[in-house]
């Protein structure tokens, strides 16, 4: 079993900057893909940013040039570096995590979410 924690959200004024980070931790095999989705509320949740375990990243067209994914391996941590807030990126923000075992059975983790919030 695999914990994550979440933290580094908070209240924000538009034109501001948040950096978010996810720590896994418990069982570990081998983590894979890390990403963040997002849902605001009344609607679904919807993919941010995941980056791969060889680095290799993709960005919902929205966050283009604001967002920032990386990660840390040794720390089993992923980061999101958001800048140029908007008002629209108001949102709880959720860390997925996908652990692959020596079988190469894949486990999908989900963080409790952190909420962002962009107001002035």
């Known amino acids: 079993q695999v914990q994550l924690a979440e933290s580094g959200g908070g209240l924000v004024q538009p034109g501001g900057a948040l950096r978010l980070s996810c720590a896994a931790s418990?069982?570990?095999?081998?983590?894979?893909?890390m990403g963040w989705y997002r849902q605001a509320p009344g609607k679904q949740r919807e993919l941010v940013a995941v980056?791969?375990?060889?680095?290799?990243?993709n960005y919902a067209d929205y966050v283009k040039g604001r967002f920032t994914i990386s990660r840390d391996n040794a720390r089993s941590t992923v980061y999101l570096q958001m800048n140029n807030l908007k008002t629209e990126d108001t949102a709880v923000y959720y860390c997925?995590?996908?652990?692959?075992?020596?079988?190469?059975?894949?486990?999908?983790?989900w963080g409790r979410g952190t909420q962002v919030t962009v107001s002035s």
């Open positions: 980056i791969t375990s060889d680095d290799r990243t």
């Open positions: 997925k995590v996908v652990d692959v075992t020596w079988a190469r059975v894949e486990y999908t983790y």
């Open positions: 418990g069982s570990i095999f081998s983590i894979n893909t």
